[in-house]
């Protein structure tokens, strides 16, 4: 059971895997914010992004990157969120605070937007050639 899954999660993932992972999810969590369940904002988000994780390590593998990217989402969020935290401190009117947040809010999720539109555009990676040596050995 386990050796499929590592298989899995060690392979390559396309485009429309990812562009079908990607809408999946966002229909999830769209549905669960509509439906008036006793979801918790935080919970609906740990999900998306333990769901979108390995599908963004896949897809990173074939386009050629480093699979460590795909920690960007989890990094975007908790800056931004800091830096909400840090508002009051500077001793912000209300009206200034609230706009201070609003501004981060959207600039985290237009971040958050673009990097995932990249990710699923860009282009996958050619698979190295065979050397002549294993071309070889394949035809005897």
């Known amino acids: 059971m386990i050796a499929p899954v590592l298989a899995w999660l060690n392979g390559r993932g396309g485009r429309r ?3 079908i ?13 509509l439906i008036p369940l006793a979801v918790p904002l935080w919970a609906l988000r740990a999900a ?3 769901v979108w994780c390995p599908i963004a390590v896949r897809r990173l593998r074939d386009a050629g990157l480093p699979p460590w990217l795909a920690a960007f989402l989890l990094v975007i969020p ?5 830096l909400q935290r840090l508002a009051p401190i500077f001793d912000l009117e209300a009206r ?6 609003l501004s981060l ?3 985290g999720l237009a971040l958050v937007v673009c990097l995932v539109a990249l990710l699923g555009v860009w282009p996958p990676r ?3 050639a065979p050397a002549p040596e294993q071309q070889a050995e394949v035809f005897g």
Do not use: H, K, M, Q
């Not at 229909?27 to 914010?33: G, I, K, P, R, Y």
């Not at 908790?78 to 800091?82: D, K, T």
């Open 78 to 82: 908790l800056a931004i969120g800091g």
């Open 48 to 50: 998306s992004l333990l």
């Open 17 to 19: 895997e990812y562009w």
């Open 21 to 33: 992972a990607v809408v999946a999810i966002v229909a999830v969590a769209v549905s669960c914010l």
């Open 126 to 128: 050619r698979p190295a």
């Open 105 to 107: 809010g959207l600039t």
């Open 96 to 101: 200034d605070t609230l706009g201070l947040n």
